[in-house]
């Protein structure tokens, strides 16, 4: 399949009537898959309303059919069109964060969105991402549009248009390039359909900034493990993970350097994931780093893309840095002891 390549600066206004736009909002209305920037990563966006358009997201990704797609509204009010109720909280939150990175879990209005979307659940994702070309991709479209992180699955999530063309070139329509994404991990997902709100995936809005607005939230048992500082080695499951088996050191960078040349004197060549403060205490074959520990937000950003530069490397072996399990820095933890599927060595 023909992959179309829209180019378009963020920052025009009324960005909606433009070619690139309308052309690529024409790709959903067919049915077809456009991938495209939100202010967290690329997502790939289908017509939620459409089975069969949902269905190739699925394939397009290689995703397992039993994990949820969240819906992208461009109007905060769009939420009523979806969602059978909207709790108190939730009303909260939306007023707060939207737009913005953050997805509400609610109880889902039967019969408007494809069962594709919700993988059968009571439930609907929904979320108003604040990236000016996602919004006007969604406006000029019509359509709730139906979108997960725009890589293959298990991958690291993309964020950058080269990423997601390296993923899915010549099996989706399209990709609109609007630069990097901001953000740089997903968004928060918040269950608000019981009393207490459970966070289910950390991410760009922290825990302290939900609970600014409404108060105690509860935090899934998978997200909880990454808080409480868990030790459980080997676990199988793996995502976003780099080519090359990953694991995370808790010490300092003396201790890593002595990890780093035990692997190499096994004739291993050795890849190392830093920040800008410690990258100069090491050396190993491949050094990557990921942003400043001083201000983690700028790991966000960069994580994914870091964790992509391992490939096409021919490394055996990485061995990366912790962060503070705090603000952003949970959802930071989240995805890299996914991708180094929970290995960690503690000094
Ligand atoms: O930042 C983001 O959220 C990006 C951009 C593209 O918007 N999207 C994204 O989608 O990360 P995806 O599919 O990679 O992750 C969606 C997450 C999954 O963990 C899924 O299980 C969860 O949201 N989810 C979606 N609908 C759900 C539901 N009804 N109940 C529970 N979890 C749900
Ligand atoms: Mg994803």
Known sequence: MLTKIWKVDNYVENLYTYPQI???A???RKNELVAFPTETVYGLGANAHSDHAVQKIYRAKGRPSDNPLIVHISKKEDVDKYALEV????????EQFWPGPLTIIL???QGLLSTYVTAGLPTV???MPSHPVALALIEASGLPIAAPSANLSGKPSPTTFQHVNNDLHGKIAGIVDGGETGVGVESTVIDCTEGTPVILRPGGVTREE?????GPVAMDK????VVDQPKSPGMKYTHYAPDAPMYLVEGSPTYIQQLVNNSRNQGKRVGVLTTDEQKNYYKADVIVCCGKRDHLSTVAHNLYSALRQF???KINIIYSETFPREGIGVAIMNRLLKAAGHRVIKE
């Open 210 to 214: 939900i609970e600014n607005i409404i």
């Open 26 to 28: 024409n790709e959903l």
């Open 87 to 94: 709790p108190e909280k939730a009303r909260k939150l939306i």
């Open 22 to 24: 309308k052309e690529a």
């Open 222 to 225: 998978q997200v909880k493990e």
């Open 125 to 127: 994702g929904i979320r």
């Open 311 to 313: 490939n096409d490397k």
């Open 107 to 109: 109880n889902v209005k």
